[in-house]
């Protein structure tokens, strides 16, 4: 008979802090990009309405936190895969083939 290992990596269990820390950063650089995008429009031409622009700004700093949490749960995730498609060999990382 086969036995399947499906037990999970107990060591480091999924911290939803860290994913939380993560949206924080994320939200954090979103609201510098938003900054950044604030000074760029408001030193052109363009008039565009103000409800229009602060939606923009939030669209920009919620992709933001977004990219945080996506990023964060997937590391989590693959480091707690017992299956050995997820798993990389150290040896190549870093090299061109």
Do not use: W
Request: proline share 4%; aromatic share 8%.
């Amino acid at each position: 008979m086969v036995e399947l290992n499906n037990e999970v990596n107990k060591r480091k269990p999924f911290s939803g802090m860290r994913v939380l820390i993560a949206v924080a950063i994320g939200a954090g650089l979103g609201l510098a990009v938003a900054y950044f995008l604030k000074v760029l429009i408001d030193n052109s031409p363009a008039e565009i309405a103000l409800g229009r622009l602060r939606l923009f700004y939030l669209m920009v700093i919620s992709s933001g936190g977004l990219g945080g949490f996506a990023i964060e749960t997937m590391r989590q995730l693959q480091e707690e895969a017992t299956d050995p498609a997820y798993r990389h060999s150290k040896s190549n990382r870093g090299r061109r083939p």
